[in-house]
DNA sequence: CCGCCAAATGTAACTAGTTACACAGCTTGT
DNA sequence: ACAAGCTGTGTAACTAGTTACATTTGGCGG
């Protein structure tokens, strides 16, 4: 009774004391089964059940050095684009044979290096962290580690990291220069938080080339609900705009429900466009004028960097992933007033 | 030259030699670093930091016999329903400082078992899968290396492993209710794939008991164009029902936007119901009644049960979560025809 | 009938940490 | 003044595997 009280783990050597046979044999049988008699062979499958002996993973990663996990760092989870990043990720590293760890930040630079912490803590072998701001600890940590690391949703090739991402000032421009072309001169912007966003921030940076437009900005949590508060704001602003350009779909989708919500009609009364084509962005009513940001691509793109890298030594380079204009009915010519 | 070409990451004893200490010292610099004189301190400090030493997480884990890695299966990140319950997991399971790895089934269990495997491989201490249809080899593996595994998504006392979910039938049958309430007999249910999803099986039992109600169903990809394409079938029968149960909330707004599109009125000409309650299923245009499921509930209650069963041994019993109905806009009294 | 070779297996030394125990050196109490 | 006790440190034995090298065994050719 005593013995089986608290039968710990069984190991390596308890298999071969029971079979028999030496460890190393043991350890052939689970790794070059070829290169075992079959009676031996037998014999250890025998003990291995008996003793449901399961090899210990951490053994393991201390001889080949490996630890097959991979970190990701993500503002959230909570937000569609992130999530369908993450799942591209997950799926090109699962065909690598790696594992998929997730840590979110808040979108915070000091969570997001104490928890790259807790991933070098467990021996995660590579990082993919969102954007180009960090924490120094970050970087330290990085460095002293000597770890393959990558950048995404941004691309900058003067950054210390490989980044795998798109051009946002870009997407912004793109989005900005779809409203002018439309003719629209007095638009309002709606954004993000700025803390810490070089995202959001970078955005904005792309409308900077306004030509005649008279621009305004309102400040938003990412929400729907945020975005519909947005769309109140400007509903009752004094010179009402005649467009509406959201950095995200999710505030634009929040802008889309509230005009109907005040029967404003869009494009005719109001147009409004966003960044990011979300899945459901095609789908609302009416269809949301987007600029398509590839987040599944880039999941897989990353994935297949940061596992090259560790497998093969290769460092990437970075990669920019175009962004195309997805013009739907949201938007349309500004009406002569 | 020859020395730093290909200097291999320092070890403890590197570092032991450098500072001219025993390895038991460098080991309590970096455990107890009160226990250690603060000369002696400084001089491993100064040498951990010339070497660039990173202690192994493997060798800890060896001795510790901690991985501190809990792994979650789930069918698919790319549902917010999913993701927004593993944001909330990780949330909780970072408060226990235990890491989550995330590997997606695609709603397959052999690519579950398969799966599962490779998180014990990468040393996973303790399991969370979704639903309660798996592979024998699932069970044999949790069996065998006696590890810590809980169930989600399904309520279900009698399962082999502790739930933690709701009642599905339940919430069909509550939906079902809501619409008899409202007086519909002729009702248009639309589900997902049958196919090894339990979830989707119970809630269709939970309408079984449907009183004088006529039901008809439609099966559709879990995807808002599915739901539109299920709403055109359904609008083109000939006996056109009064009121359609989506099992989803995904399905839902994919039929509401093709009732708009069809410049159907919901609720005056049509009902629509869902499941799940999303974030974005309040905002709608009209919104959504549905059945809410405490997602985020069922994520913390989950990363509570898994990380006590795992620090503690406290093997947690099930636990029911309430689903409520979420009357909105979406469903009327059925008009006399 | 002996030796050679290959297949099968064992021994022991690795991987990189933690930690029980021993012990030196100094302070404090009687 | 000497024992006791505390602090700081070192030695070596653990954790659970892998693997280089050594050894045994048996078949087969000469």
Redesign the pocket.
């Known amino acids: 009774m005593a013995k089986t009280r608290f039968r710990?783990?069984a190991?390596?050597?308890d298999v071969a004391k029971l079979a028999?046979?030496?460890?190393?044999?043991v350890?052939?049988v689970?790794?070059t089964p070829d290169?075992?008699?079959e009676?031996?062979?037998a014999a250890v499958t025998a003990a291995i059940a008996e003793l449901r002996?399961?090899?210990?993973a951490?053994?393991?990663a201390?001889?080949?050095?490996r630890s097959r996990v991979v970190g990701a760092l993500v503002p959230t989870l909570d937000h569609a684009i992130f999530a369908r990043y993450l799942a591209a990720i997950e799926q090109t590293l699962s065909g690598y044979r790696l594992s998929l760890v997730v840590a979110t930040t808040k979108g915070d630079a000091a969570i997001e290096a104490e928890k790259a912490q807790t991933l070098v803590d467990i021996g995660a072998e590579g990082l993919i962290v969102s954007g180009v701001t960090h924490e120094p600890g970050l970087y330290d940590l990085i460095e002293r580690c000597q770890l393959p690391a990558v950048a995404t949703s941004y691309y900058d090739p003067d950054f210390l990291l490989p980044t795998i991402g798109y051009d946002n000032a870009g997407a912004g421009r793109i989005a900005l220069q779809h409203l002018l072309d439309l003719e629209h001169s007095r638009i309002a912007v709606v954004h993000g938080s700025l803390i810490g966003n070089d995202r959001t921030l970078a955005r904005l940076k792309g409308l900077e080339n306004t030509g005649d437009a008279e621009l305004s900005f309102v400040e938003a949590d990412l929400s729907i609900e945020d975005g519909c508060k947005s769309a109140q704001t400007i509903l009752s602003a004094a010179h009402r705009p005649t467009a509406i350009l959201c950095l995200s779909d999710v505030l634009a989708t929040g802008v889309l429900y509230e005009m109907k919500r005040q029967s404003v009609e869009v494009p005719k009364d109001v147009s409004v466009i966003g960044i990011d084509d979300l899945p459901g962005s095609a789908h609302a009513s009416p269809s949301l004028t987007t600029v398509h940001l590839p987040v599944v691509r880039m999941g897989h793109a990353t994935a297949v960097a940061i596992s090259e890298w560790i497998e093969n030594g290769l460092k990437p380079s970075g990669m920019l992933l175009a962004t195309d204009l997805i013009a739907r009915e949201s938007t349309g010519v500004r009406r002569p007033a």
């Open positions: 710990k783990r190991n390596l050597r028999n046979v030496s460890v190393a044999t350890s052939r689970l790794n290169s075992v008699a009676v031996t062979k002996f399961v090899p210990s951490a053994a393991r201390i001889n080949s050095g």
